[in-house]
């Protein structure tokens, strides 16, 4: 499903990687590794199409993702480092906002339920700002709860969580594997995900 | 062939010598002081990266 | 297509709703700087009347300016604009309805204010008229132009500063035929043309800004 | 395809930069010969202007760098396409060369400009169309280089750069249409290939000019361009060995 070739990165003018390549089939999971500065972010923001590799090419069901982007967008949900809520809005607008602007369908009884499963319930209307750092997370993460795409790429989504919540978000991400999603995700606390394979990918 | 019948009219540009040897001037000017620049910068830029090149190969990085 | 469009649009006005603060401030600016001017040279009607037009364009100009460096930045500093660029659409549409909304929350009051400014000025009914109208008509190409100025000035150092210098050049058309409109409507020679020429300079812009500005985005968001 | 294969290989700073080197010195000498000929055909035989009397002879630096001006602008955006489309690494260096440069024939032009004017019209700025044309053109360079100043990561600042050069030559005509609109003080074009309102000398001064200003252009900007190379290529071995030998 998801193939990289012979990928290189250069950042300013440091070679981060070259000659990189790896697949990934349906149910399957990607974990990057590697220390700071290696080049995880570049490789993640490469699979989701922001950032053209110097060398080499992705490819998603056999397709360029740079020729064919817009296809692959509607099979790709990003979960970045930035919780990506508005803080003006309550948490409750901006799981629709998003999906809205994503072009999904998303009920307004499957987002309070979402909210509810990410411990949100009772907060729905009160305006991001006035949440704290984990909530936020919290509602970043809710997205994920209905979320139905193949291809989840998350940056770092066990940081700054709680044993209950790595606990709750592992089996989001093993029910997305059991349905034959995939997911790339980079972390540096190796959380067991209990279903699907997992593949590892080090970057040195 | 020369249409001026002394340097003194020349100088004088009958009337316009201010206008036109103020253009001129300022043009040879900037055309003589670009080049010099541009070469000063290339060699202070050669001096620093011939430094870095030495500081690198002494401590190899990584 | 239209969808994503007015998605976004909706999406931008809720937020601006929420903060009103930033739309009041732009305008006052508008307000107090028309204002200073006859303060600055006199109280001539007949001197004020002819500054007018260019007064209020200058004012509308750098009112704009005031707003234009949020435009992308907020979106950028929370994440949304990587959502926005990953959305499955061509990052242009998202681009014209963030500069739509932006037209609505900035050039729009300019416009409504504009005639009670005008009147300070001793601008008659049709100058009043006209210069509502080619405000109104006008301010479009300014946030569609902007837009491309905010999007390459992304998350630089004195972006705010480096984004005036980049983008005010590109407004003088704007400026000469918006304040040429009510000149012309004033000395009785008719703005018809003027306007003509801002509405068509409006839709060139908000053609071809958005995918400019698009792709100044992605190369911010490398 | 051959000539697809030698405009890559030239694209290449490692080839670029010793062929720059060797064509530096013939561009500059050229310059001087044509600046000689000119300057001895312009200042010493052609004669006086029956209207503008001597006064005209600024002509002979004021319409090469006004010339100058739009058309390193006009090759500065030509890099740029380049660059956008095809992602060579020279064309964004090119275009940050030249501008300085640019931006210098600008100011040149606006300061002859005045000069000119103050004994025709009577005062050292007139708002008439080209000289406010070639202000905003100045604006526009320096927009230019204040942008890729600005951003540190050089590939990001050659695309915005090169982004920002395509919208100004979009906007360039527009700019120049609005603004002569808007006053039509200046005199009518005074070149015309065709028919010629200026003496063959003057003419002939003029163009001599002109060559001259285009080969000191690409003389100082392929200067540039080589210390831009190497600053940009600092890892690369090319520089390296460059940087080992005795380079000046």
New interface residues.
């Given amino acids: 499903m998801l193939e990289a070739d012979n990928l290189e990165c250069v950042r300013g003018e440091r070679r981060l990687f070259a000659g990189l390549g790896f697949k990934l089939e349906a149910g399957e999971l990607l974990y990057l590794q590697g220390r700071n500065g290696a080049g995880k972010t570049s490789l993640l923001r490469m699979i989701i199409g922001l950032l053209p590799p110097e060398a080499g090419e992705i490819r998603w069901k056999g397709q360029s993702i740079r020729r064919n982007s817009e296809d692959f967008r509607a099979d790709l949900c990003y979960l970045g480092h930035l919780n990506a809520i508005k803080e003006e809005l309550t948490p409750l607008e901006n799981l629709l906002a998003s999906a809205h602007l994503a072009d999904e369908a998303l009920s307004e009884d499957d987002a309070l339920d979402a909210l509810e499963q990410v411990g949100l319930a009772g907060r729905e209307d009160l305006a991001c700002k006035y949440l704290s750092q984990g909530q936020k997370r919290r509602v970043a993460l809710a997205r994920l709860v209905k979320e139905r795409r193949p291809l989840w790429v998350l940056d770092e989504p066990f940081v700054a969580l709680d044993v209950a919540a790595v606990d709750w978000l592992a089996g989001i991400i093993s029910g997305h594997l059991q349905r034959g999603g995939l997911a790339v995700m980079t972390t540096h606390q190796l959380v067991a995900i209990p279903a699907g394979t997992v593949r590892e990918l080090k970057l040195s | 062939?020369?249409?001026?019948n002394s340097f003194a009219d020349?100088l004088h540009?009958?009337?316009?010598g201010f206008?036109?040897w103020?253009?001129?001037g300022?043009?040879a000017l900037?055309?003589a002081v670009?080049?010099i620049l541009?070469?000063r910068?290339?060699k202070t830029?050669?001096a620093r990266?011939?430094r870095?090149?030495r500081a690198e190969s002494r401590t190899p990085t990584e | 297509m239209l969808k994503i469009i007015f998605a976004v649009i909706g999406r931008d006005l809720k937020l601006a709703m929420r903060r009103q603060a930033d739309i009041v401030s732009a305008l006052f600016f508008f307000v107090i700087v028309v204002s200073l001017f006859p303060l600055g040279i006199g109280p001539e009607p007949d001197l004020l009347r002819k500054l007018a037009p260019g007064v209020l364009w200058v004012a509308a100009l750098l009112a704009t300016m005031l707003s234009l460096p949020r435009l992308f930045a907020d979106d950028h500093r929370d994440g949304t604009l990587e959502q926005l660029a990953l959305a499955p659409h061509p990052l242009g549409l998202v681009v014209t309805g963030k500069v739509i909304a932006h037209w609505l929350v900035s050039g729009l009051p300019l416009a409504l204010i504009a005639p009670v400014l005008g009147v300070q000025f001793d601008l008659t009914g049709d100058g009043l008229f006209v210069l509502t109208a080619a405000i109104l008509l006008g301010t479009p190409a300014l946030s569609g132009i902007g837009a491309i100025g905010a999007a390459l000035t992304l998350g630089l150092r004195g972006g705010g500063v480096l984004l005036s210098l980049l983008v005010l050049p590109l407004y003088i058309p704007v400026l000469i035929f918006g304040a040429g409109a009510v000149d012309a409507t004033v000395s009785g020679l008719g703005g018809e043309g003027h306007l003509s020429l801002l509405a068509a300079m409006t839709f060139a812009s908000l053609g071809f800004a958005p995918w400019a500005s698009a792709a100044a985005l992605k190369i911010a968001l490398e | 395809m051959k000539d697809r294969f030698n405009l890559y290989r030239f694209a290449s700073p490692a080839t670029f930069y010793p062929l720059a080197g060797t064509l530096i010195p013939y561009f500059a000498a050229i310059a001087v010969l044509f600046g000689i000929a000119g300057l001895y055909l312009g200042m010493l035989v052609a004669p006086t202007d029956f209207q503008q009397g001597e006064g005209y002879r600024i002509i002979f630096i004021h319409v090469p760098a006004s010339w100058m001006s739009m058309f390193i602008y006009l090759v500065m955006a030509f890099w740029a396409a380049i660059g956008l489309a095809f992602n060579t690494r020279l064309s964004g260096m090119m275009a940050q060369a030249l501008a300085p440069t640019g931006a210098l024939m600008a100011f040149l032009s606006l300061w002859t400009g005045a000069l000119w004017g103050k004994p025709m019209w009577g005062t050292w700025w007139v708002w008439d169309a080209r000289l406010t044309s070639e202000l905003i053109l100045l604006f526009l360079y320096i927009g230019y280089m204040a942008l890729t100043a600005a951003i540190d990561d050089p590939r990001r600042a050659d695309k915005a750069g090169g982004l920002l050069l395509l919208v100004g030559v979009v906007n360039i005509p527009i700019i120049y249409f609005s603004v002569k609109w808007w006053n039509t003080l200046h005199q009518g074009s005074s070149v015309n290939l065709t028919k010629s309102s200026m003496a063959t000398t003057m003419l002939y001064g003029m163009l001599l000019m002109a060559m001259c200003f285009w080969m000191y252009s690409i003389a100082v900007a392929l200067m540039r361009v080589r210390t831009i190379m190497l600053e940009r290529e600092r890892n690369a071995d090319w520089v390296k060995a460059e940087l080992a030998g005795d380079v000046q």
């Fill in positions: 062939m020369i249409y001026w020349f540009m009958g009337g316009y206008y036109v103020g253009s001129f300022v043009t900037i055309m670009e080049p541009v070469a910068n290339r830029t050669i990266l011939k870095q090149l």
